[in-house]
């Protein structure tokens, strides 16, 4: 009779440490899902859950349009936020009675302005070179040196294809285009 508690005895030691065991684990889960969960709420404060709505529904449309017209993804992208935004004002609208502008411009400005300030970056280069060239031109002697250099080099390669019958030619033009890079180098570098 004595083994027979004591078997007992055994099988509920044994089941005593599996059941902390067990208990410790789900403590171990709990404590990991409480700090996902804090962390999943930090990041829900700085960007709002509508956000990956309208990467999703954006996601979505973007590639049906796309599929339609490959090469006007700016604007198809723009159509896809833009469907996104009457739908969320709607919707917005039936289940608190106001129209939420400026908390659909902050969630559409995660969108449209990244996509779009690689084109206004774009823009405002090509206007700075434009103003560059244009203030180059202006000065006109780096056209005439540039024009003067281009023909020089054009003799110079006419006479490389006649450098057996007339090595002298070649060689004047050689020192006649040097001469001419040398002169603009110069110029530009007073310039500066």
């Not at 509920?12 to 804090?38: A, R």
């Not at 300030?117 to 434009?130: A, H, P, R």
């Amino acid at each position: 009779m004595t083994e027979f508690f004591a078997e007992i005895k055994a099988k509920l030691i044994e089941l005593w440490t599996k059941s902390s065991e067990t208990y410790e684990l789900l403590k171990s889960i709990g404590v990991k899902l409480e700090s996902i969960q804090k962390s999943l709420d930090a990041f829900f404060t700085v960007i709002p859950v509508e956000v990956i709505l309208l990467f999703l529904f954006t996601t979505l449309v973007l590639v049906l349009l796309n599929s339609i017209s490959p090469k006007t993804t700016r604007i198809n992208l723009t159509i896809g936020v833009f469907i996104f935004a009457i739908i969320y004002l709607y919707i917005a609208h039936l289940l608190t009675n106001e129209w939420k502008f400026l908390r659909l411009l902050y969630i559409c400005s995660f969108i449209l302005v990244p996509a779009y300030i690689v084109e206004i970056f774009s823009f405002v280069k090509k206007m700075i070179f434009k103003q560059m060239y244009l203030q180059g031109k202006a000065s006109g002697f780096l056209n005439d040196s540039i024009d003067d250099i281009n023909q020089s080099y054009a003799e110079f390669l006419k006479s490389q294809h006649h450098f057996s019958k007339d090595p002298v030619l070649f060689l004047s033009n050689l020192e006649s285009l040097k001469v001419k890079l040398e002169k603009l180098e110069a110029t530009i570098k007073s310039k500066k």
